[in-house]
T-cell receptor, first 120, second 115 residues
């Protein structure tokens, strides 16, 4: 079974430029997550999708970050314009389901390798 | 607001030692708790998931325990090997009325096992 795919793996941009990341979750997984991990910290959730609907985007800086999951499969995360403090690893994860009412374990999250963003 | 703390921040041990990593959380209303492993430059790999009704889970040389009332979990690694060197992250998922909730992660414990 293929894992979560992300691209690109690395990206270097100048501040005020824009950048986009792509994620393809495990086939059949309804829930998709984007996390931001700053060096030395644990991942912080940016946005959670259930199929193609947004469940939680409370920590997404909406003035500069946007995300979409068209057709409930793959997803893109965009930053425009980028700031120096956006330098981080952006992780995508997926799970069979994100709802607590389904079978235990179906919310286990599987992570992709991440995209390391450096903003100069 | 849920806060997750992991102690120690870093740990260095010789091969063969048994070791314990600690995780504490401030809100005991959790749905489950997960332990992850992260290798440098890589994503996270789920090691063990403990439901709120469970006390422990085991996988090979790993054993995770959960004491929800005291807000604590431990990850026990038996007979450590150099290949166990990685950062270990603890994450809790709270219980919510909506049924949807997100993981809150600790900062991790960086483990180095020397041959």
């Amino acid at each position: 079974e293929a894992g979560v795919a992300q691209s690109p793996r690395y990206k270097i941009i100048e501040k005020r430029q824009s950048v986009a990341f792509w994620c393809n979750p495990i086939s059949g997984h309804a829930t998709l997550y984007w996390y931001q991990q700053i060096l030395g910290q644990g991942p912080k959730l940016l946005i959670q999708f259930q199929n193609n609907g947004v469940v939680d985007d409370s920590q997404l800086p909406k003035d500069r970050f946007s995300a979409e999951r068209l057709k409930g499969v793959d997803s893109t995360l965009k930053i425009q314009p980028a700031k120096l403090e956006d330098s981080a690893v952006y992780l995508c994860a997926s799970s069979l389901d994100g709802w607590q009412g389904t079978l235990p374990g179906t919310d286990t999250q599987y992570f992709g390798p991440g995209t390391r963003l450096t903003v100069l | 607001k849920q806060e997750v703390t992991q102690i120690p921040a870093a740990l260095s041990v010789p091969e063969g030692e048994n070791l314990v990593l600690n995780c504490s959380f401030t809100d005991s209303a959790i749905y489950n708790l997960q332990w992850f492993r992260q290798d440098p430059g890589k994503g996270l790999t789920s090691l063990l998931l403990i439901q709120s009704s469970q006390r422990e889970q085991t996988s090979g040389r790993l054993n995770a325990s959960l004491d929800k009332s005291s807000g604590r979990s431990t990850l026990y690694i038996a007979a450590s090997q150099p290949g166990d060197s990685a950062t270990y992250l603890c994450a809790v998922r709270p219980t919510t009325n909506s049924g949807y909730s997100t993981l809150t992660f600790g900062k991790g414990t960086m483990l180095l096992v020397s041959p």
